[in-house]
């Protein structure tokens, strides 16, 4: 008898995206994460309208070439300053995350930030959870095409004025409004200005969670920077299994359960739709919001707090935890380390260099009085936030003498001055065919402004 062959199995290889409704949740954490969010939001928005000294007080001056930073103005030869800033920001996700899990994650990330600036506004518009689904699930009709409406204009007002605040750190923001209500923006602002704001309308509106299940590296490695001590959101199983549904006031044990009455309202509440009692998984992203959901189930039914909460690996095993260990002191050491040597190297900064160029289409020539001369092209960039009068001056070579048209050199404030000078010496002076010299700058009106910059002088040297 033939046997019937199975029909081959097809399997998807992604899986089908469904839209999450994040329930929402009051409490302790939930508020802790609306002070960071709002705080993060406001320092966003508003920063761009500070002033400081007659400018923006943070304005990244691209065409110029400036980064202005309150009080302190950068440019491109201070590159290593942002390069710093990079590698500390990156050792402090590692710092943090190997003591605190995915805080950042929870609490501060951009994608979730304005992700819950658009639920915020999502929830306004379509209400609760429950009416959200009801209202998606819906067929279209005049109150649906209406809400749905409202709610994308204020997605797209917000993702503009996202755009236009952004562009606002590159472009005076006053400048930028004029140019903006005289339809005078360049291409490049109109470009950027929409270009962020489609990615904010995007990513918060539509992708979500997709972007750190799927788009965010960070959720891949993480697992590379925990240990038995980092902070985690869990579920304790030994206290909520079995779980099973009951009514209020009745005692689990007697009714053979565990705490967990098996409500959902944790998987609810997750904005990354995950379970939690499924254990450590890596979509979590540690925004505590499944505490606050099943603190609030726990005071219903009496059960004590605690079922889901932060807690660490060893802790959760009645091991000894361990705050301080290798890890987290060498990153607190390193940090530490750089951050000393950032703040000194920023505070002995000196506003003022000076770039050296010697004529190279003629090594030297002879003046009428016998002497060799080298020709230098002088680029002085004064960094400073004030005008200064400069003098210069020249050493290596006995009886050097520096020919230029002024004594003082007067160069305005975030400004390069370029001038051309001379540099003489007797022959009898010279003991090679190239000789090292110094240029020595010095403001007249700030001792604290000077810089010495090192050349060579080229001469026929001696037989």
Known sequence: MATQQAEPELQEIFAKHEKIYPREVSGRFSRLRV?????????YYLTPLLQWGGRQAILFDLPARKFYIFGLTLWPQDF????????????????????????????????????????????????????????????????????KILKHTAWVTFSLWTG???????????????????????????????????????????????????????????????????????YHPERGEPRGSRRRGTEPKS???????????????????????????????????CIDACDEIMDKMSYPRGLIKYTTENSAQGKTQ??????????????????GALFVHVSQRIALDLDVIRDRNTLYRETRDGLIENVYTLKILNMDSDSHRYILRAEGIDGLKLVTDQE???????????????????????EQRSVPVSFHLQAADANHLQIVEEARFVGPGKT
Not at 257 to 286: F, H, K, M, S, W
């Open 35 to 43: 002070i960071s969010l709002l705080g993060l939001l406001g320092i």
């Open 80 to 147: 290593i300053y942002l390069a710093a800033i990079l590698i500390l920001a990156g050792l402090s996700l590692f710092f943090f995350t190997a003591l605190l899990g995915r805080v950042w994650c929870g609490y501060a990330c951009p994608q979730t930030v304005w992700t819950e600036a658009y639920l915020w506004m999502e929830r306004k518009i379509e209400g609760n959870r429950s009416r959200r689904m009801k209202l998606d699930k819906a067929p279209f009709s005049a109150r649906k095409i209406r809400i």
């Open 164 to 234: 236009f605040t952004f562009v606002a750190y590159f472009t005076p923001m006053g400048v930028l409004a004029n140019k903006l209500l005289s339809l005078s923006l360049g291409p490049w602002e109109t470009f950027w200005i929409l270009f962020y704001s489609f990615a904010t309308y995007g990513n918060a509106g539509f992708m979500r969670e997709q972007v750190c299940l799927y788009m965010c590296p960070y959720a891949r490695f993480q697992s590379a920077m925990f240990d038995s001590d980092t902070l985690i959101v869990a």
């Open 255 to 289: 009714a053979g359960l565990g705490d967990c009455i098996d409500c959902n309202v944790c998987v609810q509440a997750c904005p990354t739709g995950i379970d939690i009692r499924d254990g450590l998984q890596y979509e979590c992203i540690a925004c505590s919001l």
């Open 322 to 339: 361990h705050i301080l260990r290798p890890r987290i002191m060498v990153y607190a050491a390193i940090l530490l380390v750089l951050c």
């Open 408 to 430: 003082e050199i007067m160069v305005e404030a975030g400004s390069i001055y370029q001038m051309v000078v001379r540099l003489q010496a007797d022959e009898l002076n010279l």
